[in-house]
């Protein structure tokens, strides 16, 4: 498969020759969009299992990026904090 992930949380899992041989013959046979589409879905789901272990707090931004499939700063980008979300939304502190 071509789905880049993180290897710093990433588990190793075995599976059947068949299971591989499966999977191979998936990837061969779906359109670009349809991989696209599991890729996302595969990245979503790696994500929801992280967080569902409460492990996702200790992914840095870049692994978490990485996971998610989002592109890495681009350098001009801010981060508001709690605090700053919280003023901007009228919530009190």
């Not at 046979?29 to 967080?51: F, G, K, N, V, W």
């Not at 981060?79 to 003023?87: E, I």
């Amino acid at each position: 498969m071509s789905v880049q992930r993180s290897e710093p949380v990433e588990q190793q899992t075995q599976v059947t020759a068949w299971e591989l041989r499966r999977l191979r013959a998936l990837e061969r046979l779906a359109s670009p969009q349809e991989l696209a589409d599991a890729e996302d879905a595969a990245r979503i789901e790696e994500h929801d299992e992280l967080e569902a272990a409460g492990r996702t707090g200790a992914l840095s931004d870049e692994q978490a990026r990485q996971i998610l499939g989002i592109p890495l700063s681009r350098g001009d980008e801010t981060y508001l904090t709690t605090a700053d979300v919280r003023q901007r939304l009228g919530l009190p502190q």
